[in-house]
């Protein structure tokens, strides 16, 4: 069976740069993994990092479940998410373990270490993983295609080229989005729901869809893709 796999940064960063794509493929029949390398958990204006943890926390878990969705979490803290051997091997243990087809995870343009970070680990981790000569708790896996989703934080020479037609899951979307507070709720300075509902509207009008989202080839040479349908057809 097909399986995707969305690694973000922090819990929320992987419904909002590939929800819809996530339901689209669950609904499709994939299997679908949810990674954040940290909780996020120092975000909120006004409430303690460890307040603010509990309600990612129960946020994560509610996402997961709207998906039908596994979720991990690293174990690392906001902001202090570092690229070592240590976290390497987590990363690579959970691709050994989940076995996923694609990986989608955050472009290295970005305004936030975090985001930077899980980057690197993602494809330091891709080499310890499918090599099958390191010997782990799970057997080595090679992963089919890694891709980067459009976030808002992660702009810098992103260049889109694919856009995928989300017309059918994007309103479940919207809803999935708002299983986390930081949706919910006005606590935010950056209007993240108003910013991605607008987006899905604007891709689409772009690739000829009603609602689409974007993602970008790791290549340097620019090559425009219009996707229907899922990411390994």
Do not use: C
Request: glycine share 6%; charged share 25%; no cysteine.
């Amino acid at each position: 069976m097909s399986h995707l796999m969305v690694v973000g940064g922090h819990i929320s960063d992987p419904e909002n740069m590939a929800g819809a794509l996530m339901l689209k493929h669950k609904r499709a029949g994939w299997q679908i993994t949810i990674v954040a390398a940290t909780p996020g958990e120092k975000g909120h204006p006004t409430l303690p990092a460890e307040e603010y943890l509990k309600m990612r926390l129960a946020d994560a878990e509610a996402s997961a479940e709207f998906i039908g969705a596994n979720f991990e979490l690293l174990p690392y803290r906001d902001g202090e998410l570092p690229v070592n051997e240590e976290s390497t091997w987590a990363m690579a243990d959970l691709i050994r373990k989940h076995r996923p087809s694609v990986i989608l995870t955050h472009w290295h343009g970005s305004m936030h270490q975090d985001h930077n970070n899980t980057n690197e680990i993602v494809h330091k981790a891709l080499f310890k993983a499918g090599l099958p000569a390191f010997q782990r708790e799970y057997p080595a896996h090679s992963v089919q295609r890694v891709l980067y989703p459009e976030n808002w934080e992660d702009m810098e020479n992103y260049i889109p080229d694919i856009y995928v037609d989300v017309s059918d899951v994007f309103e479940d979307y919207l809803k999935l989005l708002k299983t986390h507070a930081l949706m919910r709720e006005n606590y935010a300075s950056f209007r993240y729901y108003d910013y991605y509902e607008a987006l899905g509207r604007t891709r689409g009008a772009l690739a000829g869809y009603d609602r689409a989202v974007t993602l970008m080839h790791s290549h340097s040479m620019y090559h425009y893709e219009r996707q229907p349908g899922l990411l390994l057809e």
